[in-house]
Each structure stands twice: as C-alpha cells, then as structure tokens.
C-alpha cells in the first residue's frame, strides 16, 4: 500500500498541474479574446487532433522513425568511439574536441548540407542529422563512466594481472553503465528534437515538422498546434522508453528505490 501511495504521490503532481495549466491557458485565451491564429484555445487544438488523427499517426510515425534511427545509429557510434577513447590517450585527445565541435553545429545548418550529401527525397540525411546530435551527450557520458573509475578497483585488478581487456569487462563498463543510461536518456529528447527540427528545411513531406510548416503558411494555427503536441508526446514517449530501459538493465537501483 506505501509502495502504491509512493507511485500515486510522484505521478500526481504533474498531471494535476497540467490539467491546470490547460485550464488555465483555455480561460487566458478567452479572458484576452486572443484571435485563434494567434494562440488557440486548447479544446480548439483537441478538434483538430480529432479530425486529422490519421494524418498526424501517420506522420509522428515517420518522424518517429528517423528519430530512433538516428538515436540508435549516434548511440552505438558514441559507445565505440568512447571505447577507444578510453583505451588510447592520443585518441582521447583527438575526439574529445571534434565531437564537442559537432555538437556546437546548429541543426539549421547541418540539415541542408546533409540533404544535398544524401539527397533531398533520401531518410538518410533526417537520421545523421539525429545521429549527430545524439552523438555527443552519450559520447561524453560514456566515456566519462569509463575513465572515472575509483582507483582502488583498477589496482586490485593489477594485483591479480589482469589484462586491460578484463579490467574493461569488470570494472570499466559497470562503471560507465548508469553514465551511458544517461546519456540515453538526454539523448532520447534530443533524439525527437532533431528528427522535427530538420523537417522544416526540405526533404520528404511526411513528417510532424513539415506539417506544421504547411499548417503554419495556411494560417491553421490549431491545426499546427495539434502537431506540435504529436511531436511533445513523441518526445515524452522516446524518454519514457529510456527510463524503462534503465528500469529494466539496473535492477539494482530499482531494489534501492523499493527499499526507501
């Protein structure tokens, strides 16, 4: 019963103060008698999630796609280049600053030199572009978890010979582990951030961020809203994922949490 009123009491606050805050925003809106293309009421932006909820599935579907892509593909490329980053100093030195140069790239111009790389109408761009991204948050967290390992640890490993490799296996990445699920979850965000944002400047029209760019030039501000909030609950869902996965690889913190 404490374990359920515990759960209760973490998920309570923030519904409640969304409800509130929708509440809130539909009395500003007609208290001020703001015009719908300015800011719409929230019951004016649920209509037009009715009416266009195939369009906008459709649509987070494919944004949601390249988004997963694009976390996977900048995730696997972050862990191995931490890996040897870790394990060759010269390498540390040459990547670390490259990738925090990377990261100072804004979407707004990565994604019209990816797309004349790759092609206009080609996916591959949208997901090197999330890949980018997502690189540097989990290359940093992992590689982190990696170096940061307590002394004591590496010298009982010396004191038994191991080799570098065992050291890397038993001590080094159950270190870097909750560093990495980290960086997953910052990642997971941007991830969807990304997919949306790179939308707006060409390629395919089948995503949450051309539409509202379509929306948008038609004056259907409710309507561009509706896919505002698809792409927000994408971002929420992608996060989620990550909390389950941390969840689901770290049992551990999961006895600790019961345990308080």
């Given at each position: 019963m404490s374990r359920l009123r515990a759960r209760v009491a973490a998920v309570a606050p923030p519904i409640i103060w969304g409800a509130l805050f929708l509440v809130a925003w539909e009395r500003f809106v007609v208290w001020r008698n703001i015009k719908p293309f300015v800011l719409p009421q929230p019951s004016r932006?649920?209509?037009?999630?009715?009416i266009n909820k195939t369009g906008i599935l459709a649509t987070a579907k494919a944004t949601g796609a390249n988004a997963l892509w694009g976390l996977v593909i900048g995730a696997l490329l972050a862990v191995a280049l931490a890996l040897v980053a870790q394990r060759f100093r010269v390498?540390?030195?040459?990547?670390?600053?490259?990738?925090?140069?990377?990261?100072?790239?804004?979407?707004?111009a990565l994604g019209p030199i990816f797309y004349n790389i790759f092609g206009t109408t080609s996916l591959t761009a949208r997901r090197m572009v999330v890949a980018l991204v997502v690189f540097f948050p989990v290359f940093v967290n992992m590689l982190k978890g990696l170096t940061q390992v307590?002394?004591?640890?590496?010298?009982l490993m010396a004191s038994y010979a191991a080799s570098p490799?065992?050291?890397?296996?038993?001590?080094?990445l159950p270190n870097a582990l909750p560093f990495l699920l980290t960086g997953l979850r910052i990642g997971a965000s941007l991830a969807v951030i990304a997919a949306v944002v790179v939308e707006y400047f060409g390629g395919l029209q089948n995503g949450l961020g051309s539409r509202v760019t379509s929306?948008?030039?038609q004056s259907a501000t409710a309507k561009a809203w509706a896919y505002i909030a698809a792409a927000c609950i994408l971002g929420l869902l992608f996060y989620l994922s990550a909390l389950i996965i941390e969840w689901i690889v770290m049992p551990w913190q999961r006895r600790r949490s019961q345990a308080r």
């Open positions: 932006i649920w209509d037009q999630w009715k390498m540390r030195e040459l990547i670390a600053p490259l990738s925090a140069a990377a990261n100072t790239m804004p979407i707004v307590d002394p004591v640890h590496e010298e490799l065992q050291i890397l296996r038993q001590v080094r929306a948008m030039k």
